[in-house]
């Protein structure tokens, strides 16, 4: 009896090694965590889309989780001492305002010993914000008409009659998913010269405030917008010259940034069938002349505009 105790402590031994070196051992892995920021910022909203850090939240088996901060420019980050198995990783991407502007999620196998590959792409917050449209004109009946790319070309979105205020202007408002649309206004007054249509973006949880001025006909109109959208990128009118006598021709150049556009022309608010990039314009009434244009990139969604004035003298 005596000689088996040792016999059985060495076989006791052999079993513990054993045991700890086969599949079924506790082991751990890792994961490395890339993030790609890919939210579009074409047209900058009131609410930055630049990222100060991203939020790294991740839960694995038997109920393991992390969470880490890390800065914008180190998009790349490991995890070790993980638990193999299944795990869930989530990254949002927030502004300096500490606002969430965009998040992804992947779900990933961590192998024991092994670092595993988390790739995210960060993309835009999907939600609605909100523009409101204050319009100053003469007599009533008008319409703010919103437009969006559906199926590769412009359609109206969604519209709405504008409601007289108690300072004699009109307003409407809309709560509209986060995107690129263009602003209109129709009017039942024939004689009431409208604003060119504008584009504008939607961020989810925004708010754009904007302001327009219509006038009769035979006085022309002004257009005041107060949007506070950054444009970029930025459509630039040059017009050459910018003076001319009436019967004159005045030649209008639009340059964009970034892309490949299609192009809208408007003169003194009326429609110009004329798609390219270049506008020849000729005038029978001396004053100030206003001429605009949209330009549209269907590749990306982008939708800008702008405008300038032209003057047109008495001849000698």
Not at 37 to 44: H, K, L, N
Request: with cysteine; glycine share 8%.
């Amino acid at each position: 009896m005596k000689k088996l105790i040792p016999v059985l402590c060495i076989i006791l031994i052999l079993f513990t090694a054993i045991s700890c070196n086969s599949d079924n051992a506790p082991s751990v892995g890792g994961i490395k965590i890339s993030i790609n920021d890919g939210i579009s910022r074409g047209i900058e909203p009131n609410i930055s889309l630049d990222a100060a850090e991203y939020v790294v939240r991740g839960s694995g088996p038997n109920g393991q989780e992390f969470n880490v901060n890390i800065s914008s420019s180190k998009a790349t980050y490991t995890k070790t001492d993980l638990i193999p198995g299944e795990w869930t990783i989530t990254a949002d991407a927030v502004n300096s305002g500490k606002q969430v502007i965009g998040s992804d999620t992947v779900t990933v196998t961590v192998k024991p010993g092994q670092t595993t590959e988390a790739r995210l792409t960060i993309t835009e917050e999907e939600g609605e914000g909100t523009i409101d449209i204050s319009l100053t004109a003469p007599s009533a009946g008008y319409t703010a008409v919103i437009s969006k790319v559906t199926d590769g070309s412009l359609k109206e979105h969604t519209s709405a009659n504008m409601v007289v205020q108690d300072n004699g202007s009109y307003s409407a408002s809309f709560s509209l998913m986060n995107g690129y649309y263009t602003l209109s206004f129709t009017s039942d007054n024939p004689a009431v010269s409208l604003p060119a249509p504008v584009a504008f973006r939607i961020v989810k949880g925004d708010t754009l405030s904007v302001s327009f001025m219509a006038e009769s006909k035979d006085g022309g109109f002004n257009v005041t917008i107060n949007d506070n959208i950054v444009s970029t990128p930025v459509l630039t009118l040059t017009a050459s010259p910018d003076t001319a006598g009436k019967g004159g021709t005045i030649s209008v150049n639009a340059s964009a940034d970034e892309g490949t556009y299609a192009y809208q022309w408007y003169v003194d608010g009326r429609y110009i069938d004329n798609l390219s990039s270049s506008l020849q314009v000729s005038f029978t009434e001396a004053g100030n002349h206003e001429v605009s244009c949209i330009a549209a990139d269907s590749s990306t969604g982008i939708w800008i505009s702008a405008k300038t004035t032209v003057t047109v003298k008495e001849e000698d």
